[in-house]
């Protein structure tokens, strides 16, 4: 054990780099669960489906551009998790787990602001909880609430992105259909309409300024 300049004990070097390592063994599934990437990638993997195309843009294409929108959108959380918990933990006013609490405050308002109160008060039941203000809510009741919430926003958005591609592709059957050629892929013909419809509306500018607005 070891303290901050207050006397404060403070678990050793050797629990804080395996808490370390910890972390970045779970980072990942940390940023696709408590940040804005979850409903980013839904909803792009929504918009290439609706256009019909397998492979374009690739995985690693909306997975990037998923990632840069979501360290955008939530660079004022990583200043404050810098400023309130970092920086003091560096100058040895807090301890690590100090750290830690104080690191979870920004993340958890941040979740907080997008999360239904519905989910929440589910959670809480599922859990048996006591009613607690929302600021006091633990982290194992936000986050599932939170995915619940970002899951229900996405496919909504989904819906949404679906149906313009939709009356494009029941046109094109509509018009194959009264023209007698019924053994023809109604596919091979509306995918050029549904790509010039998206071009001409500046689709990806649309998509990309609902996503960031959304939160």
Sequence with gaps: LGGDAEGNLDVG????????????????GLVL???????????????????????????QVLVGL???????????????????????FQENQITSIEALDAASVPLRDFMLKQTRPSDLEFFLEMTESDPVAVNALPMRIVVPSFVMS????????GFLIFLPFL???????????????????????????KILLFVLVDG???????????F
């Design 13 to 28: 070097i050797a629990i804080q780099l395996l808490l370390f390592m910890t972390l970045l063994s779970i980072g990942p």
């Design 66 to 88: 998923a990632g840069f929108l979501t360290f955008f959108l939530m660079m004022p959380v990583g200043e404050r998790i810098y400023d309130e918990a970092l920086v003091p």
């Design 33 to 59: 669960m408590m940040t804005s990437f979850l409903r980013m990638i839904i909803v792009l993997g929504f918009l290439r489906s609706a256009m019909g195309l397998q492979s374009t843009p690739p995985n």
């Design 204 to 214: 990806w500018f649309l998509v990309m300024q609902s996503l960031v607005n959304s």
């Design 150 to 157: 970002e899951l229900r926003t996405a496919f909504k958005m």
């Design 167 to 193: 009356v494009v592709d029941f046109v094109v059957a509509t018009v194959l259909m009264s023209m007698g050629m019924m053994m023809m892929p109604p596919v091979i013909v509306s995918l050029p309409f």
